[in-house]
């Protein structure tokens, strides 16, 4: 909500003839005043039936920027879910694991579709994967604060009846961080034992553990400034044919809960940890054959038994993926991500970012960074 919040705001710096309005100290309404608030539309994330329902009954125009349940009657901006558990099982599966468990209340829409992307995914790259349904009881408290509560007993058990090394996916950072305490209290090693991945890169959750938690991070602030425009053009009286617009996530927050190399063979990993450490400098497969101290014929071998591509693509993937988050994050030059990302030619970049993602590195920065200057006539 407060990255969403941020990109509202985002609009308002150039579209100063909105006002925001709420309750409290933070621009924010509760539900529970919608129905005595006076204003001219709202943007919202719908999590429950009972939220749909006062949306619906408010009376003005309004955006849900929820992916829990997606109405017709409204104009929808949300991150794409299936996206979402595609990005989360390849994140996993360059760890180079092979087992996996998705934990999900799988009462929704958005957290059906995250598991089965994760699934399909796991499963195409020739791995096992399982779904353990869980029950959550969640409430949001008098003071307005959510509490989500899954059965720690079904995870306890889970976790020690799965094989290891284990990749657990959640549809939310609020039950993966619950994860992570769970595997520790029983005595696994995290990421060694168990590497844990959630979704929503919420700082104030993802670095309360030890280890920190990785995360998929969802273009929150792009959310909230499409929202904006939608609902701009809604108040202004322009008839608009209810849609859904998915966005794609921005990637993944990469942190301590999936930062480890399952992998048996010793030479591997030690390349392996080589092309992340190195990636950024103009290394090539011999420099990564040389560190091994093993021929380039047996390491490319080992590579592909291990996991199942070969140095050149790893380091080509490794590298790609830095380049993707120096485009979404920043605003240096294509030429300074080139040289940045290890790569010696721009030509051969756009090649093989086109190739990998379907679009050129420029639209790529286009769609993900938004653009907050509206030309208005």
Request: hydrophobic share 40%.
């Amino acid at each position: 909500m407060r990255g969403i919040t941020r990109g509202v705001y985002r609009f308002l710096r150039v579209n100063r003839h909105w006002r925001i309005k709420g309750d409290g100290q933070y621009p924010l309404l509760q539900w529970e005043e919608v129905a005595s608030w006076r204003g001219d539309g709202l943007i919202a994330v719908v999590n429950s039936e009972r939220h749909l329902e006062i949306l619906t009954s408010a009376g003005v125009p309004a955006v849900n920027t929820g992916s829990r349940i997606i109405d017709p009657q409204f104009a929808n901006v949300a991150c794409d879910s299936r996206a979402i558990g595609e990005l989360a099982a390849e994140h996993l599966l360059h760890c180079g694991l092979k087992h996996f468990l998705f934990m999900s209340e799988l009462r929704w829409e958005n957290e059906r579709q995250r598991f089965e992307a994760f699934e399909e995914t796991v499963t195409k790259a020739g791995s096992q994967c399982q779904g353990l349904k869980l029950d959550v009881n969640e409430y949001v408290a008098a003071d307005s604060s959510g509490h989500y509560r899954p059965d720690l007993n079904a995870i306890a058990k889970a976790l020690k009846l799965a094989r290891k090394p284990l990749g657990v996916c959640t549809p939310n950072s609020g039950l993966a961080r619950l994860v992570v305490e769970v595997a520790l209290e029983c005595g696994f090693e995290v990421p060694d034992d168990i590497a844990v991945i959630g979704v929503n890169d919420d700082p104030l959750l993802c670095e309360s553990t030890v280890p920190h938690l990785s995360a998929v991070v969802q273009p929150a602030e792009q959310i909230g400034y499409e929202a904006a425009v939608l609902l701009d053009a809604a108040m202004a009286g322009k008839q608009a044919e209810p849609s859904v617009k998915w966005l794609p996530p921005l990637g993944v927050a990469a942190r301590q809960s999936t930062d480890m190399l399952a992998v048996d063979e010793e030479d591997v990993r030690a390349a392996l940890k080589f092309i992340r450490e190195n990636a950024h400098l103009p290394i090539e497969v011999s420099d990564i054959a040389e560190h091994t101290a093993i021929s380039r014929r047996t390491l490319e071998t080992k590579f592909r038994t291990s996991i199942g591509r070969t140095p050149g693509m790893e380091l080509r993937r490794v590298r790609l993926e830095m380049a993707k988050k120096l485009l979404a994050e920043t605003t240096d030059s294509i030429t300074h991500v080139v040289f940045a990302c290890g790569f010696n030619s721009r030509q051969v970049f756009s090649s093989l970012f086109r190739k990998a993602t379907g679009v050129s590195p420029r639209e790529y920065r286009r769609q993900i960074q938004m653009d907050v200057l509206v030309r208005r006539p």
